[in-house]
């Protein structure tokens, strides 16, 4: 059967603003990217896309907001690999991981960066770890919700160090970078996206990246690998979804809109300056979203077994 792409459909949509849901709290990292998007589909759809931030449950609150959405295309979804982690943290999610969602398209990816409140008593990575690994408990590490991005790092910062903090929730790193600006909390695992602008304003101390080649715009911090944590690296990635059931082209058009941000010069200068990038052209289409959803989902529930992570929820 071939599924004759509607044009009428197509044509008329969008016909109304769109709401792109942010699983995090205004100000942090995917909020920042929901907001790049937004502008730019903005301008291709001719339909305002608003941000709706709905926080809570390291995600998971959001992504159940749009998975009771009608699947029309005017309700949207930015979200990362909590996502896929979610699938194993939460035993109670009222949508399914892998049905419910139909991807629009990959974003971004890029690292994580280990943070701290400025004045706390380590020089380097060596040092930071030493001191957390002394302190355990007396480390207050913020992060965005259980299985958010910030919180899968520093499970398994902890289960390769074999340590265990005082883990302090926020409804996304947004809040949580403003207190570990004012040294409230000690120390994160933030998205560099969230994190390098603070560390550039000296306002935050930084000691490593998470990836597994260090960062063109903190040259001079070395990766986990390198302070001796073997085979760490945790790469936050972005993908855009709509309900599951969103008409083929619908989901061809919403592609087509993020093909042109993710094309736009300024906006892969501020990826740039921000420490991520976006998918490669022509690897990051519904398919390869869909792939990527999936194989993330498999790869989470064998990571944090491994690791023996376990939560409460
Ligand atoms: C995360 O830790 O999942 C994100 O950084 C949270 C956010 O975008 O605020």
């Not at 205004?26 to 589909?41: F, I, K, T, Y």
């Not at 979200?79 to 194993?88: E, R």
Request: proline share 6%; with cysteine.
């Amino acid at each position: 059967l071939i599924t004759l792409a509607s044009p009428a459909l197509s044509q008329s949509f969008p016909d109304r603003p769109i709401t792109l849901i942010v699983p995090f709290a205004a100000g942090g990292p995917s909020d920042v990217l929901g907001r790049l998007l937004a502008q730019s589909m903005s301008q291709t759809l001719g339909q305002t896309v608003v941000i709706e931030n709905v926080g809570g449950a390291g995600g998971t609150t959001g992504a159940a907001r749009l998975a009771r959405a009608p699947a029309d295309g005017h309700t949207l979804l930015i979200h990362h690999l909590a996502l896929a982690a979610g699938a194993t943290l939460y035993n109670n999610l009222s949508y399914d991981t892998l049905k419910d969602f139909a991807p629009i398209g990959l974003v971004n990816q890029g690292p994580f960066v280990v943070v701290s409140k400025n004045g706390l008593p380590a020089t380097s990575i060596a040092e930071f770890l030493a001191y957390a690994k002394a302190q355990g408990r007396g480390v207050t590490f913020g992060h965005a919700g259980v299985g958010s991005g910030a919180h899968l790092c520093l499970m398994l910062l902890q289960s390769a160090l074999g340590a265990k903090f005082n883990e302090i929730p926020y409804r996304g790193t947004g809040p949580a970078m403003n207190d570990l600006v004012a040294g409230q909390i000690d120390a994160m695992c933030d998205q560099t996206t969230n994190s390098i602008p603070q560390i550039q304003g000296g306002r935050v101390r930084a000691y490593a990246v998470t990836s597994t080649a260090r960062v063109a715009q903190l040259p001079d911090l070395p990766t986990l690998q390198q302070a001796g944590l073997a085979g760490f690296e945790v790469t936050v990635w972005h993908a855009l979804y709509a309900p599951r059931g969103t008409a083929e082209p619908v989901v061809q058009k919403l592609n087509q809109a993020l093909e042109v941000a993710l094309k736009d010069p300024q906006i892969l200068a501020r990826f740039a300056d921000l420490g991520t990038v976006a998918f490669a052209e022509g690897q990051r289409g519904p398919a390869a979203a869909r792939a990527q959803l999936e194989a993330e989902v498999a790869k989470w529930a064998r990571v944090i077994r491994e690791a023996g992570i376990t939560v409460s929820n």
